[in-house]
Each structure stands twice: as structure tokens, then as C-alpha cells.
């Protein structure tokens, strides 16, 4: 155990700090700005710890670091293990930044219930760290479910006037999911039990080490697949997405945008694949193919939003898309690009929700008919939307060129096909963002409502200025952040070729058909096993 309990710090600050605003006497809300600064104070210092943590990581190591464990339910093998790799460390440091930011946007949105709006964004906050630094299954899944809770209160209450119905669909999608996923779980220490003679386990690390039986490994990764692709969300599972963005409060947008949509992919990327590599290589294809599709129907179905929100969230399915697709191609490339692009989502659609805030704040309505010629009233919030529109879009010297090219040059190494559909997104992402950014900022002020709107506030210089900073830093300096992660993908994509054969027999019958290997001789550290039967998906 480490010497400073660094992750619990981590988990437990939030917390801390919510309970703290719980005993602040604010009766009819006559100290509600001062209830704001504690929450900005303590989410501030949680993001200096979560840099704290990343000067301390040592980016050589694949290991998980700062590891915590302690015994919790001995009787069943569960433990509070916590710790933190190249994968989960930035994803703890992409919360710690965008919660300062969200709570600072809420300012003067926010009216009613203050005290109450703050305690769940920690809480919330808390219990995603809790979710990326879990090392043991039952913990994860505490942490997982322990984040649905603020979240559905956050757009049930401060909602729009679809609030409930949002809040309502998006807890019931994704209580099924984690349902189907926690039957997997006790289903994965059953199996440890079996194969130790009778020792249950809900280590992380300890199931790796099982050999899950082909059929098992079907139904786990069905059941794991099917939780994580409701929260991603994977076409078809995403219909919770738009309501709940377009009813929640721009905080809410920010983090569930930021980082709740990462929770899929992360838990894909942790769990799924690595614990069930056979039955991962059998629904590769299959997840892949609903990913490009949802890259291009989120395109297209973004095109047409008349509401700059819809718009967005129907975005954040075709990105996504991205994401599921670099982590199918099981290659470095496309699991680093899919890292890259979680925090490049994060940081650009987070900064899209932040300046549709700041526009329907001013005047009440989303809608891209109600504006036009921005520029000439309010020209800093409509330079930063446009440095924000590119980086969505995926310029170049913009964080999200970096992760969408990787996906795409990993994705080509194993299927040209995938990679061939999935491109036309990129190119309808710039068509549909550009088209908004247009109509919204450019030509003559029409509507009379528009001319008196005020630019952007010393606060919003403070709320979206760091998040222009980070999409230039990652744009520019992406080694920053891939160097750190790259032990980590390496052990991943090793695991995935060290545990899975009938892949590697696929991988081969693949190649004399003009298709590629996906993994080249130089990723793949570990032997060849042939020796296995080939897994039937039955």
C-alpha cells in the first residue's frame, strides 16, 4: 500500500467537501455565491491533486501505480483496491479539470437549491474517480452505480422542462445495463472459485489471470459489452443520449458529455477486452460495424438539429463511434487513438456545451434559427466557439486530429473497409459543425434580440479559456499525453495476443484474403498459441 493514500484522497475530497456544504446555513439561498466558492475551492484542489498524481506517475511502467489495497468482504475476496495506469490517469485528470469548469459555468444559471446543485457535482465527481481508479470488480461496480444517483438528480432538478422524462429514460437504460454487467461479474468470481478450488475473487488483476471457458467468455462479454455500449452510447443504444443532454443543465451537459460517456469505452477497453479476449476478437467485427454506423448516422441526424444542443449530442454518438472502432482494431494504434480521443471529446464537446450555456443563458432558446451574426455583437465568445468548432472537427494543431488519425491509420491496419466509412465522418463533421457555426455567428444581425447581447464575462473568459488551452496543448504536444499511456496500451494489445489464438488463426486466414494481420509481429511480445479451438461464439 502506498505510503500517502493518494487515490482515496482523491475519491474521498469530493466527498468530503459535499458533506462540508451540507452543514452551510443557507436558508432561502442568501449565501448561495459562497456555497458556490467552496465547491470552486474544492474541486479546484482536487484537479491540483489529480496533477499532483501525474507528476508522481512514472510513465515507463505499465503497472498500475499508487496501488491501494485493503481487505473489505474477505469471505467473498472483495477489496478496496484502487490504482491508477497510463489509461485511467488522464481520464482522473480530465475530471479534475472539467468539474471546476462546470461548476463555474452553473454561476448564474443556477438559482434555486444552490447548496444542493453543488453537493451532487462533487459527489458526482467522487464517484467518477472512484469508477477510473477501481482495481476490483465489485468496487467498480459500487463506483459505477454510486454515479447514476447525482446524475439523475442534477437533470431532474435543474433540468429544462423535459427534465424528468430525461432523467427518468436515462436511469432506466443505464440501471439495465448495469444489471446484465453485474451478473457477469459474480459470474467471473464463480469462476475464479472454480478455478482455484474454491477461492472467489473480484481482483481485477486475480481474474486476468483465469482462463474463462469459451462459453462463459460469450455471455460475459455480451453482458459486460451490452452496459458499456448503453453508456457510451453505441448506435443502437443511444436514445437516452439527446434527451438527457438537451434537458440537463449545462454543467450536467459538460460532465456527462466529458466524462460519464467515457465510463463505455474506458469499461470496454479495462474490462471487456482484456478479460474476454476470445470472445472480443469473435464480436470485433459486429461492434465495429455498429460503430461506423453510428459515426455516420450521428453525422447525419446532427445535420439536420434545428437545437445547437441536439446538435452537439448527436455529435458526441458519431465521436464516440471513433472511439469503439479504434479500441475493435485491437492494434497499438487504434486503442491510443481511442484513449486520445476520450480526452479530446471531453475537452471539445465539453467547450461546445459550455457555449451553447453562455448562449442560452442570454437568450433562453438553443435554437440556430433564433441567432446569426454573433460576430458582430459578441466577436470573443464567437472567436472561442470557432477555435472550439475546429478542434471538434479535428484540424490539424487542434486536439482532435490526434486521435481520430490514429483510429483511422489503426483501424485501416486491420479492416481498410472500417476505416474507409468511418472517414466520411470526418468529412460530414466538418460540414455539420461549420454549417451551425455559420448560421449561428455569421451574415447580418436579423433578430432584433441578438443585437444587445452582451460578450463574453471576465467569469467565461475563466470558464473557457482553459479549455482553448488544452485543445491547442493537445494538439501540439500530444506525445504529452501518449507517451504516458503507451506502456499501458502495449500490455493491453500484449494480452490480447498472448490470450486469444482462434484470433490469431482468424488474424492469418484474414491475410491470405488480402486482409491485413491485426497485430504485426512487432506488437505481438507474446508466443503464437495455435493450439486452442477456434472460439465458436456458442
Keep these: 500500500m502506498a505510503i500517502v493514500p493518494m487515490l482515496s484522497l482523491l475519491i474521498a475530497l469530493p466527498l468530503v467537501g459535499a458533506v462540508l456544504l451540507l452543514l452551510i446555513r443557507n436558508r432561502e439561498g442568501e449565501r448561495d455565491r459562497f456555497v458556490h466558492w467552496v465547491a470552486l475551492g474544492i474541486s479546484i484542489v482536487e484537479f491540483v491533486g489529480t496533477l499532483w498524481l501525474w507528476t508522481g506517475f512514472d510513465p515507463r511502467s505499465a503497472d498500475f501505480q499508487f496501488v491501494e489495497r485493503v481487505d473489505w468482504i474477505p469471505s467473498f475476496g472483495i477489496q478496496y483496491a484502487l490504482g491508477v495506469d497510463g489509461i485511467s490517469l488522464f481520464l482522473v485528470v480530465l475530471t479534475g479539470f472539467l468539474t471546476p469548469l462546470a ?75 448495469s444489471v446484465l454487467m453485474l451478473v457477469a461479474i459474480l459470474g467471473l468470481a464463480y469462476t475464479h472459485a472454480v478455478a482455484t478450488g474454491g477461492s472467489y475473487s473480484f481482483s481485477y488483476e486475480a481474474l486476468l489471470q483465469i482462463t474463462v471457458p469459451h462459453h462463459l467468455q460469450f455471455w460475459f462479454f455480451l453482458a459486460f459489452a451490452l452496459a458499456f455500449a448503453i453508456k457510451v452510447p453505441l448506435f443502437p443504444f443511444h436514445t437516452w443520449l439527446p434527451d438527457a443532454h ?82 475493435c482494431a485491437m492494434n497499438v494504434q487504434g486503442l491510443q487513438g481511442s484513449v486520445y480521443q476520450m480526452l479530446s471529446h471531453g475537452v471539445s464537446t465539453g467547450g461546445l456545451f459550455l457555449i451553447v450555456g453562455m448562449l442560452s443563458d442570454r437568450r433562453h432558446t438553443r435554437l440556430i434559427s433564433e441567432f446569426g451574426g454573433l460576430k458582430h455583437v459578441m466577436p470573443k465568445l464567437v472567436a472561442a466557439f470557432f477555435v472550439i468548432t475546429l478542434s471538434s472537427i479535428g484540424l490539424p494543431g487542434l486536439n482532435g486530429f490526434v486521435g481520430e488519425f490514429l483510429i483511422l491509420l489503426g483501424a485501416f491496419r486491420w479492416d481498410p473497409r472500417f476505416a474507409t466509412v468511418a472517414a466520411t465522418g470526418v468529412i460530414l463533421s466538418a460540414v455539420y459543425m461549420l454549417w451551425m457555426f455559420q448560421r449561428v455567428n455569421y451574415g447580418d444581425v436579423t433578430n432584433p434580440k441578438n443585437k444587445g447581447l452582451k460578450d463574453l464575462s471576465v467569469r467565461e473568459r475563466w470558464v473557457i479559456t482553459p479549455i482553448i488551452a488544452m485543445a491547442i496543448v493537445m494538439g501540439v504536444a500530444p506525445s504529452v499525453f501518449l507517451n504516458p499511456m503507451r506502456p499501458a496500451i502495449d500490455r493491453v494489445v500484449a494480452r490480447m495476443a498472448e490470450a486469444q489464438p482462434a484470433r490469431m488463426v482468424r488474424a492469418a486466414g484474414a491475410s491470405q484474403k488480402g486482409v491485413g494481420p491485426i497485430f504485426s509481429k512487432t506488437e505481438r511480445t507474446g508466443p503464437t498459441p495455435i493450439s486452442h479451438a477456434p472460439f465458436s461464439g456458442r
Excluded: N
Design 103 to 177: 461548476l463555474l459555468c452553473s454561476w448564474e444559471s443556477v438559482h434555486k437549491k444552490v447548496k444542493e446543485f453543488c453537493f451532487f457535482m462533487l459527489v458526482l465527481e467522487s464517484a467518477m474517480i472512484g469508477v477510473f481508479l477501481s482495481l476490483d470488480m465489485f468496487l467498480f461496480y459500487v463506483f459505477w452505480d454510486a454515479m447514476l444517483i447525482p446524475m439523475y438528480f442534477l437533470i431532474g432538478v435543474w433540468g429544462y422542462d423535459r427534465r424528468i422524462y430525461a432523467a427518468v429514460k436515462f436511469i432506466l437504460y443505464t440501471m439495465a445495463g
Design 246 to 327: 438537451v434537458e440537463a443543465p449545462t454543467a450536467g451537459s459538460v460532465i456527462l458529455a466529458g466524462v460519464l460517456l467515457k465510463m463505455g469505452t474506458y469499461g470496454l477497453l479495462r474490462f471487456a477486452f482484456p478479460l474476454f479476449p476470445d470472445a472480443a476478437a469473435y464480436f470485433a467485427p459486429y461492434l465495429a460495424t455498429l460503430a461506423v454506423i453510428g459515426i455516420v448516422y450521428g453525422a447525419l441526424v446532427s445535420m439536420v438539429q434545428p437545437d445547437m444542443k441536439k446538435l452537439v449530442a448527436y455529435s458526441s454518438v458519431s465521436h464516440l463511434g471513433f472511439v469503439v472502432l479504434g479500441l
